[in-house]
């Protein structure tokens, strides 16, 4: 039996997607409160406090449900995204309860903003088990004396694997194509900062529009690409391809392909056969990193009702028959 390290590296890499997350929406706080109190921006240090206890309080949750789980001895990865996500939603519970925020969220929009650090929530805790790693559990005298006795070998697998089909991998790299959409509005700040007279203004709208992007993008695009994960991991299985670089090859020349078909119909498009197929890489090396292998399925069962057609394809008697001579 084995359960999940503790691990501040993999604690890290958890929190990456809640502190993305939690930036989004005090960005759409402050964009807000220009609205309802153009004079009243809050101060830099009470935004940094707040987002350092918002941050705080999530890692202290996602630790404590690492906790749990190892005392529960759970290691798999699925039910660390589900503790993520339940964690998140609590945080954010205790946030809205106590008044952690900069404005409260609009009558009718509690739970539906609150589904976004609860998906981000279970994305961490999926990080949190893959990148902790596993140690082996204490055992029993009984299990001691069964595991160390001479003449047993050690548990190993020699057989045919294939990448494994994971939801979250799919999920996680589904969200590329957001995460670098995302990354081409900080290329205008510059721009905007010149642009304003009012230099407060111009702070503002340059964080509101990655944040923005942010949202768009993953409205629009996350099922498309989730879709096209599927594919592209199919079409890698059925090529028997399971390192990153393969993956990686698959996904580049698929969407280079899908977005050169689509530039015939919109020819606008045609500026972004490059990007997606870098984009389309990224994805596939991201989904082999987080999939996994698995053995290959067992071939079905052969109904047999006569022991003589039990004859394999390479015997003599596949490939030519006797011959009777009749009178």
């Not at 890290?12 to 964009?31: Q, R, S």
Request: hydrophobic share 55%; with cysteine.
């Amino acid at each position: 039996m084995y359960l999940v390290k503790n691990s501040p590296r993999a604690l890290f890499a958890a929190l990456i997607p809640l502190a993305i997350v939690e930036a989004v929406l005090l960005v759409y706080a402050i964009a807000s409160g220009q609205v309802t109190d153009p004079v009243g921006v809050p101060a830099p240090d009470q935004i940094l406090m707040l987002y350092a206890g918002r941050m705080a309080m999530n890692a202290a949750l996602l630790f404590a449900g690492h906790m749990v789980l190892r005392q529960w001895t759970v290691s798999s990865r699925l039910a660390y995204g589900l503790m993520g996500g339940v964690m998140a939603a609590v945080s954010y519970g205790i946030a809205i309860r106590n008044h952690i925020q900069l404005a409260a969220p609009g009558d009718g929009t509690v739970m539906t903003i609150g589904l976004l650090p609860t998906i981000a929530g279970m994305i961490g805790g999926f990080l949190y088990g893959q990148f902790a790693g596993l140690s082996p559990a204490a055992r029993t005298a009984a299990e001691a004396s069964a595991a160390d006795s001479p003449g047993k070998p050690p548990l190993a697998f020699t057989g045919p694997v294939r990448v494994r089909t994971s939801f979250a991998g799919i999920v996680i790299a589904a969200l590329m194509p957001t995460v670098l959409a995302t990354l081409l509005p900080y290329t205008l700040v510059p721009l905007l900062m010149n642009g304003f007279g009012d230099k407060s203004t111009a702070h503002i709208f340059a964080a509101v529009i990655p944040a923005q992007t942010f949202m768009v993008m993953m409205a629009i695009s996350v099922i498309p690409a989730g879709i096209f994960m599927l594919c592209v991991h199919h079409v890698a299985r059925a090529m028997s391809r399971r390192n990153a670089w393969g993956y990686a090859a698959i996904g580049g020349i698929a969407a280079f392909a899908c977005t050169l078909l689509l530039a015939f119909a919109v020819p606008l498009l045609a500026f972004l056969v490059v990007p997606a197929a870098f984009c389309g890489a990224v994805m596939g090396a991201i989904y082999r990193r987080f999939a996994g292998l698995e053995p290959m399925p067992l071939p079905e069962a052969v109904i047999a009702t006569d022991p003589n057609t039990l004859v394999g394809a390479d015997h003599p008697s596949r490939h030519q028959h006797g011959v009777i001579l009749s009178n």
